[in-house]
């Protein structure tokens, strides 16, 4: 009987050791499930914490690069408002001296203009009396009447200028057996058209030379004595019309440029 009541007391103690251990073990399965639950729940916190942490500097890093971009853009967008300004301020001077020079006052010869007034007022398109008020409004252009006598005056300035030719310089060097008149002729011809090329060609190089102001000076002038150079080579070379009509039809299409250019307003042919 002691045995047996030793035996289950000794059984009661190992099965209230065996509940408690089973009681620690539970414990330590629930606070082992805690800290892995915890661990869980860590985890993505950690995660996006770390995540956010990395795009913040990535952020600042990025903002960094593109302030410095829109900077650039900044700078490049100044820059190139500045260039198109400085272009857009050469395109207008550009525009000033292109219209300067269409400008009536730089289409109008005032020497052809004061001398036709002297002379014959009415060979200008706008006679004196009808021109409006100040000198400067009255043009240059000739009326039909103008490039009959100033052409006319031109042809016969020519001829005699090539009369003049004849007896100081043509003439006096003439072998003993006189050529053909003819020769003498074609001669005479290539000589004012010598003259008439290298007047051109010395006002022209004046022209590249001079102001805006004095840029239609004398333009009237020279187109007239190229006109009255046209109208005497037709009027001498009358002989030659059926032998050479392509020569004749040249002359008489200059002559008719020459006047169309003469008469015309507005006009600044040079």
């Not at 990025?62 to 857009?88: F, H, M, N, P, T």
């Not at 000198?135 to 252009?141: E, N, R």
């Not at 007047?199 to 239609?216: H, I, N, Q, T, Y």
Request: glycine share 8%; net charge positive.
């Amino acid at each position: 009987k002691i045995f047996v009541e030793a035996l289950r007391g000794e059984g009661g103690r190992t099965h209230s050791r065996t509940e408690r251990e089973s009681a620690r073990g539970g414990r330590t399965r629930a606070r082992t499930a805690s800290e892995l639950r915890s661990s869980r729940l860590l985890a993505p916190m950690t995660a996006h914490a770390g995540a956010a942490a990395i795009a913040s500097v990535a952020g600042r890093v990025g903002g960094d690069e593109g302030g410095a971009r829109r900077g650039a853009l900044a700078e490049g967008a100044r820059l190139s408002g500045a260039v198109c300004e400085e272009k857009l301020k050469e395109k207008l001077q550009e525009k000033k001296g292109a219209d300067r020079l269409r400008s009536p006052l730089n289409e109008r010869d005032a020497s052809m203009v004061h001398l036709l007034n002297l002379l014959d007022p009415e060979s200008l398109v706008v006679p004196p009396p009808a021109a409006p008020a100040g000198d400067d409004a009255q043009p240059s252009a000739l009326s039909t009447r103008g490039v009959l006598l100033c052409g006319g005056a031109s042809a016969f300035a020519w001829y005699a200028l090539r009369l003049v030719l004849r007896d100081l310089f043509i003439a006096p060097n003439l072998p003993t057996p006189r050529p053909p008149r003819v020769r003498v002729k074609v001669f005479e011809l290539h000589a004012l058209s010598t003259i008439h090329a290298v007047a051109w060609v010395v006002l022209l190089f004046r022209k590249f030379r001079c102001g805006s102001g004095d840029f239609s000076k004398y333009c009237s002038r020279a187109l007239v004595a190229s006109l009255g150079y046209y109208l005497h080579d037709l009027w001498a070379l009358r002989s030659t019309t059926l032998q050479h009509p392509g020569m004749l039809l040249h002359q008489a299409t200059m002559a008719t440029t020459i006047a169309s250019l003469l008469r015309s307003r507005g006009v600044s042919w040079l």
